[in-house]
């Protein structure tokens, strides 16, 4: 079992509609990345969270802590949002230096 | 400027050729990360720099020669690579390796093919 699983795996959204992707793990962790990742390979960091929930325009991601759980949340979707979402985290211990990525959650949203 | 640049963005190059990666920020970071990633999978870590020292290599062949002249570039020196090692290579820099809490910024990539 990975350490870090996302679900879905494959997610198709029709334009508009509200998405959610989820990040469970099993290490106990210093902070969780969701990053995005589109078609040309390039990845952009889209939050990092020790606690709490972040919002930045239309992303939304929250973390328990406790539950060992991460979602991203997309409202209002649409086909530029396009792209494999990565859920990755730090395990928590002294000189620990490896992300540990999720297998991702691969996103289209239709027009 | 929060970018870290790649290049070039694609390459292909056959099994006799040296060819080098480039990766450049300036942002001040002085850990810089070289990744490797294969079709449909996470990102590998390859090696780390940390103030321009090699901190981390993962067992990576020798056939993958890392550099950091400085600290804003890294360097991956490549010679007599396998069509196995055909990936995206993906460079990433933080402000201090091992510093807890600190986002990571990732480049475009490089899209290496070996024939």
């Known amino acids: 079992k990975n350490e870090v699983e996302q679900s879905p795996q494959n997610l198709t959204a029709q334009e508009g509609e509200f998405i959610t992707i989820n990040c469970s793990y099993s290490v106990g962790i210093s902070a969780l990345h969701w990053l995005q990742q589109h078609p040309g390979g390039g990845i952009v960091s889209l939050f990092m969270?020790?606690?709490g929930k972040k919002k930045h325009g239309r992303l939304i991601a929250t973390i328990n802590i406790q539950e060992k759980h991460s979602s991203l949340h997309i409202t209002a979707s649409h086909p530029r949002d396009s792209a494999v979402y990565i859920c990755?985290?730090?395990?928590?211990?002294?000189?620990?230096?490896?992300?540990?990525f999720g297998t991702g959650t691969r996103l289209k949203v239709l027009a | 400027d929060t970018e870290v640049t790649q290049t070039p963005k694609h390459l292909v190059m056959g099994m006799t050729n040296k060819k080098s990666l480039k990766c450049e920020q300036h942002m001040g970071h002085r850990a810089m990360y070289w990744y490797k990633q294969k079709a449909k999978k996470p990102p590998e870590l390859m090696f780390v720099?940390?103030?321009?020292?090699?901190?981390i290599n993962e067992s990576v062949p020798s056939r993958f020669s890392p550099e950091c002249p400085n600290s804003s570039l890294l360097n991956l020196h490549l010679h007599a690579l396998q069509p196995e090692d055909s990936a995206l290579y993906l460079c990433a820099s933080r402000k201090i390796f091992l510093q807890e809490d600190t986002e990571a910024f990732f480049g475009q990539g490089t899209r290496l093919t070996v024939v």
């Open positions: 990755a985290v730090k395990d928590r211990g002294p000189g620990t230096y490896k992300y540990i």
């Open positions: 720099y940390s103030y321009e020292k090699l901190s």
């Open positions: 969270l020790s606690s």
